[in-house]
C-alpha cells in the first residue's frame, strides 16, 4: 500500500506560477512511476504529466507542454509538478498518482494508487 500527499497548491494570478508536491510513504517510492492528472469542475480527470522510477523518461500533455515540468527526488520519496505561465484555465484539482509499472503511463486506469488532490485556482 502507498499513501499519497499532495501539497502546494493555491491562488495565484494569471502569469505566475506555483511547485506542487507529493510526498510517498508506505513502500518504497523509487519503484514506481508516478503521474500528475487535473480535474476542473464538471469535467473529467485529465492526464497533465508522467515520469518514470527513475526520471529518465517524462511525458507532458500537449495543453501544458513548455510551462509544466515534471521531476523525482527519490531520495525524499517527492514528486514535483512545476507549473509556470499559468492560465485560469489551469484551475483544478491536481491529483498525483503512482504506478507499479517500469514505464511513463498516461493513462488514468494504469494507475495504483492516487493522493487526495491540491487545489490550484488562477485568477485572471
Known amino acids: 500500500q502507498v499513501q499519497l500527499v499532495e501539497s502546494g497548491g493555491g491562488l495565484v494570478q494569471a502569469g505566475g506560477s506555483l511547485r506542487v508536491s507529493c510526498v510517498a510513504s508506505?513502500?518504497?517510492?523509487?519503484?514506481?512511476?508516478m503521474g500528475w492528472f487535473r480535474q476542473a469542475p464538471g469535467k473529467e480527470r485529465e492526464f497533465v504529466a508522467a515520469?518514470?522510477?527513475?526520471?529518465?523518461?517524462?511525458y507532458i500533455a500537449d495543453s501544458v507542454k513548455g510551462r509544466f515540468t515534471i521531476s523525482r527526488d527519490n531520495a525524499r520519496d517527492t514528486v514535483y509538478l512545476q507549473l509556470n505561465s499559468l492560465k485560469p484555465e489551469d484551475t483544478a484539482v491536481y491529483y498525483c498518482?503512482?504506478?507499479?509499472?517500469?514505464?511513463?503511463?498516461?493513462?488514468?486506469?494504469?494507475?495504483?494508487?492516487w493522493g487526495q488532490g491540491t487545489q490550484v485556482t488562477v485568477s485572471s
Open positions: 498518482a503512482a504506478s507499479y509499472s517500469d514505464y511513463v503511463i498516461l493513462d488514468r486506469g494504469g494507475y495504483n494508487y
Open positions: 508506505g513502500r518504497t517510492f523509487s519503484h514506481y512511476a
Open positions: 515520469i518514470n522510477w527513475s526520471g529518465t523518461s517524462i
